[in-house]
């Protein structure tokens, strides 16, 4: 069984928004450096987004500074991403993961995720 189930992808026009989610299975999610990815296929996993467990801090990837927001409900142990102003680039599968390193400009070490959700960006 995958820990995480992503959610929330699919088609909107450039400009627009959307917003994931992801649940996580047999894990708490606040005791993990947690977020979000992307990949596009046959090309490298580019780390979005992450919460690191110490402190609660949120970095992102410069790629998506101002446009993605993170959040995490503990209480429901989900994760989201809200996604604005896309662009035809950010057409990609999105997936939450483990990070195993969560810091400013230093997100990675990815490991555990789910089967990812679609999102297309039309131009």
């Known amino acids: 069984q995958l820990p995480f189930a992503e959610s929330g992808g699919g088609l909107v026009p450039n400009g627009g928004s959307l917003r994931l989610s992801c649940v996580a299975s047999?894990?708490?999610?606040?005791?993990?450096?947690i977020g979000w990815f992307r990949q596009v296929s046959g090309k490298d996993r580019i780390p979005l987004a992450c919460?690191?467990?110490?402190?609660?801090?949120?970095y992102y990837g410069e790629s998506v500074k101002s446009r993605f927001i993170l959040s995490r409900d503990n209480g429901k142990n989900r994760l989201y991403l809200q996604m604005d102003s896309l662009k035809p680039e950010d057409t990609a599968v999105y997936y939450c993961?483990?990070?195993?390193?969560?810091?400013?400009?230093?997100?990675?070490?990815?490991?555990?995720w789910g089967q990812g959700t679609q999102v297309t960006v039309s131009s």
């Open positions: 919460i690191n467990r110490r402190d609660g801090s949120i």
């Open positions: 047999g894990i708490a999610l606040d005791d993990f450096n």
């Open positions: 993961a483990k990070f195993g390193r969560c810091r400013s400009e230093d997100l990675g070490g990815l490991a555990s």
